[in-house]
Structure formats: C-alpha cells, structure tokens
C-alpha cells in the first residue's frame, strides 16, 4: 500500500467544519466528530498501555483491540458503514469470563490505580465509557451499529478486568474503597 495522506494539513476544517468518509460535510462540534474522536483517544489510550512492559498474550489483545477501535472509527466516519461483527463482542466476553478465572472474586469496590499499567487501563476503562456515551447520543440522532454500542460496552468491562489482571499479575496492591473510612 502507498503512501495514502500525502499532505497532512489540507486547511479546509479552518471555518470549523470537516469531512465524513462519504464526502458530506458537518460541523466540527457534530455528534458523529465527538464519537470518533472518543474513539480515538479511547484508541490512544490504549496505545499507552501498549507501550508498558506487557505479557505477550496482553500485548497481543491490546493490538487486536486497537485494529477493532480503528475499524470502529471508520464506521463512525462513514456513515451507515458496519465494519465491527458480533464475533468481536464474543470474543471481548471470552477474554473477561477467561481473564476472571485468574483472579479472586471482587467483593468490594476498587479504587482506580495499582501499577502504572493497571491504573492506565482503569483511566482507558473511563474513556472507554465516555466514548460508548457520545456513540450513543449519536445514535438517537443517526444510525448506529447495535454491534458497536455493544463492542464499546463489553470493552469497558473488559478494561476493568485488564487493570484488575495487570495489576495482579505484577503484584501491585488493588485498593479497596472504604466505605467506612472517619475521615469523610
């Protein structure tokens, strides 16, 4: 494949609009620009993670999950386009119910943190939220695929699931919130 952005400023979104994928043009403020562009920090944030001393089988799901978010962002781009099939949310489902069975059961509240990597994934598990929010403001106005609203709901889980993992599998402490505390 070649080169496909020659040039990476083309000064046509100065007035504060932009292109879709099909060639309409929509305001830079549009339901569908602030969906993809959830997705893509979600994506970026995921590339952080990516960037920490990972086992291999983790390193190979965030790449996996990188490529769907990327497919995902094209759906957003273009609209009416599905790129996402339910084989990926079944697969995302497989990964918590298999990435669950390596850790105790989670009977309190956890705090957001552990290890640098863990507490990365639970901000990439926020973000994940805020994107499935603004996927799904668009989708009262514009079609939507059901498969991404649900691909973007089982990442999230799967997200807490991974910060859980990372942080057991590096023995870094998970803390538990305290309901009880004095101090409120």
């Known amino acids: 494949m070649g080169h496909r952005l020659s040039r990476i400023y083309t000064r ?102 552990g290890g640098r990597a863990g507490a990365q994934a639970h901000l990439a598990r926020a973000v994940s939220r805020r994107a499935e929010r603004a996927v799904y403001a668009l989708s009262r106005t514009d079609s939507v695929s059901a498969v991404t609203l649900r691909y973007l709901n089982r990442l999230s889980d799967l997200l807490f699931v991974l910060a859980r993992l990372i942080n057991h599998r590096t023995g870094a402490p998970e803390v538990l919130w305290d309901r009880h505390r004095t101090d409120k």
């Open 12 to 113: 046509t979104g100065d007035e504060g609009a932009t292109d879709l994928g099909d060639g309409s043009r929509v305001a830079k403020d549009h339901p569908r620009v602030a969906a993809y562009g959830e997705v893509d920090e979600l994506n970026s944030q995921i590339g952080l993670i990516a960037t920490e001393p990972l086992p291999d089988d983790l390193a190979q799901l965030l790449a996996q999950i990188q490529h769907d978010l990327f497919d995902l962002g094209a759906e957003m781009v273009m609209p009416g386009h599905e790129a996402l099939r339910e084989s990926r949310v079944a697969a995302l489902e497989a990964t918590v119910d298999r990435f669950n069975e390596e850790l105790g059961p989670l009977k309190e509240f956890i705090l957001p943190g």
